[in-house]
């Protein structure tokens, strides 16, 4: 099998890029490839998919157990030449300052893929390789298969540069140009979303081309072999439930007889998915079918109402304060949703899916903007990071997602804030396990949950059961 893993030196040396051309390169030889992203990044793998072709999941070891990354990983390659992993921040960078915990590091090691390291040259030559053989040595289990440099400022530069590698003895596998019709714009998120703009059929072929051209891709590919270790693996939740339901494409492996032993039609759960909520994992997702859902798309920005025949939603994060204008002027959705709501059906929201049942969302520029009002919640956007990290969730009431005492683990990053929240019960107890703060949230009621934090259901199977349980209660009511 062949495969690898793009790590950094540090965020921002060109990773996303650089695994983007590569994708395109590889793709472009005729090959078939399966992208991924370690970490909790929910807008990188949207980018994947536009240059792969494939859909690209997300490994996280502190998130997902051992198993579950591991299938995950196998069956998404099980139909794929080579498996292309983009790292998270630096090479050795995580949940802990003490161990690898939760870094690209671990993901390479569980899995037995080699590395391929970016560095950004631009300022510095020969000092480039006393941090080349730090990140060789410090971890000696790792395999090191090489370095793409990256920035170096021309001929002279690199040449200097690879005299330098050249003496520890770690191939330089090639100097990455400078792309700035290639490039994609950032927010205080990230990159923009693949929704509103990826990168076009003739950046991927300039990516494609820039790889091939200045990469040395056959070295690459012939040492870039690896011994699968992914093993089969079912949630745990499917091991004592047969009302489950398996589609084709999912993450998770399963007996087909037990897919056949459904005996429930699928639930209908709406999925809001467009420029301004696109925040999902592909694992989540599978999950969710696995556990009997029926998936249906729909756009709060662009729909009039809710489609015919929902039993639950899920409104995941994106850029609502980005879309705030539009989303609020669209009032034949909003009533929709809060007849929804009304109705009995469940509702479960994420972060930007929490500020959009708000009834209030206060924009950087002062603007206040009158959102769904299923909660009654105001939020502000602020200009610095609110919450940020991995996060243990301990679930201190019943709700959608699970019975009180329950623990969840998922990931924040936001910069907004509930400045009020009135008399709405709080069903979570979250710590951060950066800063080890601890708070109350999961703001809702019966049938409407709402929380910043970005659950991933591949890693809580027993989650999407619930909410699909739910979702058919919900569903056997109204009939």
Known sequence: MKGFIVAGTASGVGKTTITAALLAALRARGLTVQPFKCGPDYIDPAHHVAVAGRPSYNLDTWMMPVEINRSIFGNAIAQADVAVVEGVMGLFDGASGSSDEGSTAEIAKLLGLPVVLVVDASNAARSVAAIVRGFRDFDPQLRILGVILNGAAGPAHLRLLREAIAQIEVPVLGAFPRLPNASLAERHLGLVTAGEKTWSAEQVKALAEAAESNLDLDSLLDSASFELRAASFEPREQQRSVGSRMPSDTAFSSAASRVQETCHAPVRIGIARDQAFSFYYRSSLDALRAAGAELIEVSPLADRDLPARLDGLYIGGGYPEVFAEELAQNQPFLSSLR??????????????????????????????????????????????????????VELVDDCLIGERGARLRGHSFHYSRVTHCGNLKRRYRTRQVLTGKENYEGYGFDNVLASYIHLSFAANPEAASHFVRHCREARAVAQ
């Open 339 to 392: 007849e929804f709501v009304a109705g009995g059906q469940p509702v479960y929201a994420e972060c930007g899916g929490l500020m959009y049942l708000a009834a209030e969302l206060t924009t950087r520029d002062a603007r206040r903007h009158t959102m769904a009002s299923v909660l009654p919640v105001a939020v502000e956007m602020l200009a610095r990071l609110d919450g940020f990290g991995y996060t243990e």
